[in-house]
């Protein structure tokens, strides 16, 4: 089999079960977008997804995003959401049209300044893991002041909350939670309306928990052989 005819499979599948998951979910499959993650697979698998019509590719790492956006068509909406590093910022902002891993007003600043104009969409990072802070991400309880000073001293205005679900606990409550975050979280911030929840092991779960944009790889693009 092709590399082109496995991955066209995959996607196939992947999509089949997105639309099935969204009809026992009662919502409309054109409510969710679909990221694929990219990371760690080559330039010419990003090619071929283009090709197959996918417009939105996912990466954690700086220099392998700005590489591969560089080198593939424009049409192609960037996400990156990976662990933002200040010094990066300035290289993150000249080629990735949403970061869903934001969390700090430091670099909501620093983003803020690299806006020139763009319409660069943002998600506030949770961390459903409070005891590990390597993750990135922050409290539920840190949402409210720090999203009143981004909105209050940067230009930038997120969107919506991404999460990855914890290993040791169920998807399903994982999700559960950042529902109810979301809705503590409109009352004062209606814009907030986007969930970046679901990866490849839990996205029928996120779907049924109401994400908006699920970040899918390895269902697609099989096992990465370089570590995430
Ligand atoms: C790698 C990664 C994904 C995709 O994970 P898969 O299990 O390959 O689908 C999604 N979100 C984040 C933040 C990631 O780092």
Known sequence: MTREAEISAKLRE???????????AGRN??????????????????????????????????QEGS??????????TWHFQGQVQSRKIKSIASWADSVHSLDSLDHAR???SYQE????????????????????????????PLLEAIYSQTQVR?????AVAPAQVEPQRAFAQMQEIRSRLLASFPELTALSLGMSGDFEAAIAAGATHLRIGSSILGSRVLPA
């Open 29 to 62: 499959r054109n409510e969710i977008q679909l990221i694929v993650v990219t990371k760690n697979f080559p330039l010419s698998d990003a090619q071929i997804l283009y090709d197959l019509g996918m417009r939105a590719f996912g990466e954690n790492r700086d």
């Open 14 to 24: 992947v999509e089949g079960r997105i639309a099935a998951a969204a009809i026992r």
């Open 110 to 112: 620093k983003f803020s």
């Open 117 to 144: 104009g763009k319409l660069r969409t943002f998600f506030i990072q949770v961390n459903l893991e409070p005891l590990r802070v390597d993750r990135g991400g922050v409290s539920s309880e840190e949402l409210e």
């Open 67 to 76: 590489l591969k956006s560089e080198q593939l068509p424009s049409d192609i």
């Open 158 to 162: 997120p969107i919506g909350l991404m």
